[in-house]
């Protein structure tokens, strides 16, 4: 049996694309999913299910505190505890397009509410709700861009990172991981449009392919299992090598 199986699982950003994947993985492997995105989460509930495990849909707007707080009572309603997760939602799209001195000002602060203050926000709501069973994982999602920094993307992935190891102590204390998961380019709707020099990335990689969901839930897997329960506080790059010194 799976060491996920039975586990509670908030997946944020899940209603398509990668995070989808991750919530169908996680069913499949007997965890109870919240499947939560800021709308369209019904049906992605629906394929999780189908998967073999329980499945509930969760409307949440990662930057409002409220919305948090009422997505954390609905997975205690259904579920009656939190054991893992994933934060996935951010946004990407146009950032890495917009240069520093060329990026408008809505896009900064669009990304840094998002792809920061969001996470953070999933992880002090969370917190709690661990601590009262003296067991927890959090894994949080930036990127390989966050090696770059020279747009609000890879700026607002690295701060995530950074918020992952400053993490890592407070919430040991309580029998809580917090690592977090930086992938490369990876097979999802939009990427190739999307991620100025796709080809050249990929062709300068020590694995020459783009990431699956296979490449990525395997480190999530791992990163919630008692295999991992010395492992906290880190930043494991799936990229194929393509960062490689």
Known sequence: MSELAGRVV????????????????????????????????????????????????????????????????????????????????????????????????????????????????????????????????????????SAGGGDSYGITKNAVEHMTSGLARPLGEHGITVNCIAPGISAFEGAKGQIPGFERIVAGAAIKRVGNTRDLFGAIRFLCSEDASWVTGQTLHIDGGANAR
């Open 10 to 145: 908030i997946v944020t950003g899940a209603a398509r694309g990668l995070g989808r994947d991750y919530a169908r993985n996680f069913a499949r492997e007997g965890a109870h999913v919240v499947v939560a995105d800021i709308k369209g989460a019904e049906g992605a509930a629906a394929d999780a299910a189908s998967a073999g495990g329980k499945a509930i849909a969760v409307d949440v707007d990662i930057t409002d505190k409220a919305s948090i707080r009422a997505m954390m009572d609905r997975t205690m309603e259904a579920f009656g505890r939190l054991d893992v997760l994933v934060n996935n939602a951010g946004l990407w799209r146009g950032l890495a397009q917009a240069g520093l001195l060329e990026c408008p000002d809505e896009m900064w602060d669009a990304a840094w509410k998002v792809n920061v203050n969001g996470t953070l926000f999933c992880c002090q709501a969370a917190y709690p709700l661990m601590k009262q069973n003296g067991w927890g994982r959090i894994i949080n999602v930036s990127s390989v861009a």
